[in-house]
């Protein structure tokens, strides 16, 4: 029998998992602290620590405006963030240091 690979959100459960127990010691702390943040924070200090990452920035905003609806652009990150939501940005925060360190580890690899 074959083992099936886990998708969707299994797949997220999946690799936090792997990579808060691997030897990925650098990836696992700062995966901790996003979790950190997006639970036991306000939007006010989550927008703060945000604003200290432009490129972050730029992918909440950019995300925000996506969803967005009116005909108005999202500017502001307390703003992108209520709309992106805490898990979003969670696991945008996820998908970016995987990305950084895939492509640190396999630069000729394009992700």
């Known amino acids: 029998m074959i083992a099936r690979s886990p998708t969707g959100a299994a797949l997220l459960v999946h690799l936090r998992a792997e ?5 990925y010691p650098i990836l696992g702390d700062t995966l ?6 997006t639970t036991h924070t306000s939007i006010a200090d989550l927008a703060s620590i945000l604003l200290q990452d432009q490129g972050f920035t730029a992918i ?3 995300a925000a405006n996506k969803l967005n609806t009116g005909s108005r652009s999202i500017i502001t990150i307390t703003r992108a963030i209520l709309i992106v939501g805490y898990n979003a940005i969670r696991d945008l925060a996820i998908a970016a240091e995987i990305t950084d360190v895939a492509e ?3 630069p000729r690899v394009s992700i």
Request: charged share 35%; aromatic share 6%.
């Open 60 to 62: 909440v905003l950019h």
């Open 32 to 37: 901790r602290r996003i979790e950190y943040l």
């Open 19 to 23: 990579v808060m127990h691997r030897s």
């Open 104 to 106: 640190k580890r396999c």
